[in-house]
């Protein structure tokens, strides 16, 4: 399988990007799934539903299934930060590309999502001079780049584009399946 991280302050877009190229890969015979970085508290389950006072029971996982889906939610007795390789092994390798969003520190190569002046957020710092996973910036304004790069800039706005410039790359994103010596609690 191929991974590639999406990296870049809030706001900035990548929620949308993933959104978009999930469409633009899968309709170029790409299977494709989503690691997403959460931050504090969430839950996918609602109160008073089966699964939800299951956990409030206390059980340690809860898988539903049905013949369209599988949601499993395992509850940590103390905080525990998951890194992005401990998720990737908890995916079904039948896919062809996982998009990974958020976990901007994280040691795959990723594209990194900058917004220029105009954006409707303060213009932050740039992670790609000093980030070497960082592979290719995907920006709205490219003659607004904060430092200069050999980086492939890619239009934020294209998508499709984006899709075609990953599938081009071989085997450049392709992962090992490695742990990288981690193991999931």
Same mark, same amino acid.
């Given at each position: &399988?191929?991974?590639?991280g999406?990296a870049g302050?809030?706001?900035?877009?990548?929620?949308?990007? *993933?959104?978009?190229?999930?469409p633009?890969?899968?309709? +170029?015979?790409?299977r494709v799934? *989503?690691?997403?970085?959460?931050h504090?508290k969430?839950?996918?389950?609602?109160? %008073?539903?089966d699964? /939800? +006072?299951?956990?409030?029971? %206390?059980?340690?996982e809860?898988?539903?299934?049905s013949d369209?889906?599988l949601?499993? &939610?395992?509850?940590f007795?103390?905080?525990?930060?998951l890194s @992005?390789?401990?998720? #990737?092994?908890e995916? !079904?390798?039948g *896919?062809?590309w996982?998009?990974?969003? $958020?976990?901007?520190e994280?040691?795959?190569?990723?594209?990194?999502?900058? +917004?220029?002046?105009?954006?409707? !957020?303060?213009?932050?710092?740039? %992670? !790609?001079?000093?980030?070497h996973f960082? @592979?290719a910036?995907?920006?709205?304004a490219?003659?607004q780049?904060?430092?200069p790069?050999?980086?492939?800039?890619?239009?934020?706005?294209?998508?499709?584009?984006?899709?075609? /410039?990953?599938?081009?790359q $071989?085997? +450049?994103?392709? !992962?090992?399946?490695? #742990?990288?010596g981690?193991t #999931?609690?």
């Open positions: &399988m191929n991974v590639v999406f302050f809030s706001g900035s877009g990548k929620t949308t990007l *993933v959104e978009q190229l999930i633009a890969l899968s309709q +170029r015979g790409q799934s *989503v690691v997403k970085h959460a504090h969430f839950d996918i389950d609602h109160p %008073g539903k699964t /939800w +006072r299951h956990r409030a029971a %206390g059980a340690f809860v898988v539903a299934a369209r889906r949601a499993l &939610m395992r509850e007795e103390q905080p525990v930060q @992005v390789h401990q998720l #990737l092994a995916l !079904y390798q *896919v062809d996982v998009l990974v969003e $958020g976990f901007k994280c040691d795959l190569p990723k594209i990194e999502i900058w +917004r220029g002046p105009a954006a409707s !957020y303060a213009v932050r710092p740039a %992670g !790609y001079p000093s980030d960082v @592979v910036i995907a920006t709205d490219p003659t780049l904060p430092a790069t050999q980086l492939p800039v890619l239009d934020l706005n294209a998508p499709a584009a984006i899709a075609d /410039w990953l599938l081009s $071989g085997g +450049r994103f392709a !992962y090992d399946g490695e #742990l990288h981690e #999931l609690t």
